[in-house]
């Protein structure tokens, strides 16, 4: 699937490689990283930072409540 994401990330991205300096993944929530696993919109920063060779940045923003 990593690999998938990856063809996907490249093919479909709507900016080009020097319209961006940085990736910032909103934070979930503390519930749903517990109950799945891992953050989801980390997992897809990485993927975006290691194709468009950019920067996570994850204390640039941090969530202060839950919303649904």
């Given at each position: 699937i990593k690999d998938l994401w990856q063809k996907q990330i490249k093919k479909n991205f709507p900016f080009g490689k020097e319209d961006f300096s940085g990736i910032v993944p909103v934070?979930?929530?503390?519930?749903k990283?517990?109950?799945?696993?891992?953050?989801?919109s980390f997992e897809i920063a990485k993927i975006i930072s290691r194709n468009?060779?950019?920067?996570?940045?994850?204390?640039?923003?941090f969530r202060l409540f839950f919303c649904i």
């Open positions: 934070p979930a929530h503390f519930a990283v517990v109950s799945r696993g891992f953050n989801q468009f060779n950019k920067k996570i940045n994850i204390i640039l923003i």
